[in-house]
């Protein structure tokens, strides 16, 4: 995208831009690249590519990780907006002064007995808002 690639030529940020074509190529990417030459991953998209490259770390052999920034292209973008991150301009601002902030990720079998019938690129679950409803007794 041009506008991402003229911000961080502007901050004289390295980079290297790698396309997709089709469902689970930035699964595969994060979860097979050469992670020791990048500082972060930084996925352009929607849930649903945040949600891939989510579960291709997660899924990484060697157990590294890298930091993930999410710059909104999707069509509902609701993990950024969770994250207040509600424009490009606010994502690249993140990106470039180098903010980050821990996310905890869950997992829990949804139709599924065990977590090894669980393919491997559902492990993670894009989850922002969850609601569990319980009954609480008053004396």
């Given at each position: 995208?041009?506008?991402?690639?003229?911000?961080?030529?502007?901050?004289?940020?390295?980079y290297?831009?790698?396309?997709?074509?089709?469902?689970?190529?930035?699964?595969?990417?994060?979860?097979?690249?050469?992670?020791?030459?990048y500082?972060v991953?930084?996925?352009?998209?929607?849930?649903?590519?945040?949600?891939?490259?989510?579960?291709?770390?997660?899924?990484?052999?060697?157990?590294?990780?890298?930091?993930?920034?999410?710059?909104?292209?999707?069509?509902?973008?609701?993990?950024?907006?969770?994250?207040?991150?509600?424009?490009?301009?606010?994502?690249?601002?993140?990106?470039?002064?180098?903010?980050?902030?821990?996310?905890?990720?869950?997992?829990?079998?949804?139709?599924?007995?065990?977590?090894?019938?669980?393919?491997?690129?559902?492990?993670?679950?894009?989850?922002?808002?969850?609601?569990?409803?319980?009954?609480?007794?008053?004396?």
């Amino acid at each position: 995208m041009p506008i991402i690639e003229a911000r961080l030529n502007k901050e004289n940020i390295p980079y290297e831009a790698e396309g997709t074509q089709k469902y689970g190529d930035t699964y595969n990417y994060a979860r097979d690249c050469e992670i020791d030459k990048y500082s972060v991953i930084a996925v352009v998209g929607g849930d649903g590519s945040c949600h891939e490259v989510c579960n291709g770390m997660l899924a990484r052999k060697d157990g590294k990780r890298l930091p993930v920034a999410f710059l909104p292209n999707g069509s509902g973008d609701d993990l950024c907006n969770v994250l207040n991150i509600h424009s490009l301009d606010d994502a690249l601002d993140a990106l470039c002064s180098g903010g980050k902030i821990k996310v905890d990720t869950i997992r829990f079998l949804v139709d599924h007995e065990s977590e090894e019938d669980v393919p491997e690129d559902r492990k993670f679950m894009d989850i922002r808002h969850m609601m569990i409803n319980g009954a609480v007794s008053m004396p």
